[in-house]
Nanobody, 129 residues
């Protein structure tokens, strides 16, 4: 059974950077598409981006493109989210999620964010001066 654990969250000043890790165990991530989600206080959870089994990234939010970068380290069975130039509105809980067997490991169905069948418990990011 695939398990995901996020780490790297904390308090950072506006304009600063953080790098989140999503460490997997129980199965190889080679068979899964991995996505990052976030939920700001009082807001619905939203998808940030997804990295495919071919290590190709899909950005779900155009406004974060180029500022939030997802990468995959296959050897360490870990996915990362590099967050740069952080803003107060980036504050919230961040989650990684995986989509794979019995579902196709794809990041998009061509029209919307796909459903994910494995989730981590999240890590908190607070951007404040």
């Amino acid at each position: 059974q695939l398990q995901l654990v996020e780490s790297g969250g904390g308090l950072v000043q506006p304009g600063g950077s953080l790098k989140l890790s999503c460490a997997a165990s129980g199965s190889t991530l080679r068979s899964y598409a991995i996505a990052w989600f976030r939920q700001a206080p009082g807001r619905e959870r939203e998808g940030i981006s997804c990295i495919s089994t071919r290590s190709v990234a899909t950005d779900y939010v155009d406004s974060l493109k180029g500022r939030f970068i997802t990468s995959r380290d296959t050897a360490n069975n870990t996915v990362y989210l590099q967050m740069n130039n952080l803003k107060p509105e980036d504050t919230g809980a961040y989650y990684c999620a995986a989509r794979g067997p019995p579902y196709l490991p794809v990041c998009t169905d061509g029209t919307s964010v796909v459903r994910y069948n494995f989730w981590g418990l999240g890590t908190q990011i607070t951007v404040s001066s």
